[in-house]
């Protein structure tokens, strides 16, 4: 699987017909994969697309409010991670990929565990592929299936907002977790942005064989 990097949406070329979930065929506007920088040290993974991700097809879009994460573009914008001037729909990223745990989208309920299993052959090829520094688990479910997939930290000692905004020792990776933006308080978010500028600074880049960006 090569990547395309002239296309920062997914440039990986996964399915965008996959009915591996026929409940979620009947509800979604369009299979939404990864979004960003293929060669990135930040990988961001949320649970599943936003209502706005859903019709733009891009990973985390929306205004804000009760079902858009517009606080994580802002946030990105801040770190020097997001050109500020790109499209709402068309994100400017450098350094970072977004993605998440479900790729199709039912309005009325979250993923199943079924569903989030069949979506996991995709994860697993972005995480492989990108092979990022720091995984960014957005929300409690992520956290979990990637604490457990990722980390040798026992699943019942990862929860947030207890671990939002620390470092946690992974294989081969760190996770940073963040609370969903839009549920973020704005000192839980300055404590998030204050704690990701800290690890950006720092010589966050393991010696696990990559590649030169």
């Given at each position: 699987m090569d990547a395309n990097q002239q296309s920062r949406a997914n440039p990986f070329g996964m399915d965008e017909e996959c009915q591996n979930c026929p409940a979620l065929c009947e509800t979604r506007t369009q299979v939404v994969h990864?979004?960003?920088?293929?060669?990135?040290?930040?990988?961001?993974?949320?649970?599943?697309?936003?209502a706005r991700a859903d019709e733009a097809g891009v990973p985390f879009a929306g205004a804000g409010g009760s079902d858009g994460d517009g606080g994580l573009r802002?946030?990105?914008?801040r770190l020097g991670l997001c050109d500020v001037t790109s499209p709402a729909d068309e994100p400017a990223l450098e350094n970072v990929y977004l993605t998440n745990l479900t790729r199709c989208r039912d309005p009325e309920r979250r993923p199943t565990d079924e569903e989030v299993g069949n979506c996991e052959p995709y994860l697993n090829a972005e995480i492989r592929m990108i092979n990022p520094?720091?995984?960014?688990?957005?929300?409690?479910?992520?956290?979990?299936?990637l604490g457990v997939e990722y980390t040798t930290t026992p699943a019942d000692e990862l929860s947030l907002p207890d671990d939002h905004a620390t470092r946690i020792r992974g294989r081969g990776f760190e996770l940073v977790p963040m609370i969903d933006p839009h549920e973020q308080s704005a000192d839980q978010s300055q404590a998030w942005l204050e704690a990701f500028a800290t690890l950006m600074a720092s010589d966050y880049r393991q010696t696990k064989g990559r590649r030169e960006r």
């Open positions: 990864g979004y960003g920088d293929v060669g990135a040290d930040f990988l961001f993974v949320g649970e599943r697309p936003t802002r946030m990105l914008e520094e720091i995984l960014v688990p957005v929300g409690e479910r992520a956290l979990a299936e």
